[in-house]
């Protein structure tokens, strides 16, 4: 992994821990504050609509990867996705991910980032 930092001009290869994602494409990467995002979704080489969930905290050197368990279940968890789209939406309950649609799911899925459970929204005309 290398990151740009845009101020210097300069590309740097950070200390990297935690658990990888494999290489993938067509996730989403939502900006949750200054230094944490949210990675969903998206395709690799041995599976396609994916639905796997990682946190991600950056330093100026450093990046730590936490991969959210699926606990299976009765528990909701959306569906495997790519090509969806997702938008941070900050609370009073905090930090919330929105998610909708992508293929093969229509759906949208509302995750609290701070307790890390999705919560499917039904009811809603696309």
């Known amino acids: 992994m290398n990151v740009c930092t845009l101020l210097l001009d300069q590309w740097i290869s950070p200390v990297v821990t935690g658990d990888r994602p494999p290489p993938i494409n067509s996730f989403t990467l939502t900006p949750v504050t200054n230094n944490t995002v949210v990675m969903f979704g998206g395709n690799t080489d041995s599976e396609l609509n994916g639905n796997k ?3 991600i905290s950056f ?5 730590d990867i936490l991969k959210v368990p ?4 009765s528990v909701q968890w959306p569906k495997g996705r790519w090509g969806h789209s997702s938008v941070l939406i ?3 309950s905090g930090p919330h991910l929105l ?3 992508g293929y093969p ?4 899925w509302l995750l609290d ?3 890390r459970k999705w919560k499917e929204l039904v009811s809603i005309i696309l």
């Open 59 to 63: 330093t100026k050197t450093s990046v």
């Open 105 to 108: 799911a229509y759906d949208v």
């Open 113 to 115: 980032i701070n307790k």
């Open 53 to 55: 969930l990682y946190m």
């Open 90 to 92: 900050t609370t009073s």
């Open 70 to 73: 699926n606990p299976g279940g």
């Open 99 to 101: 998610v909708v649609g």
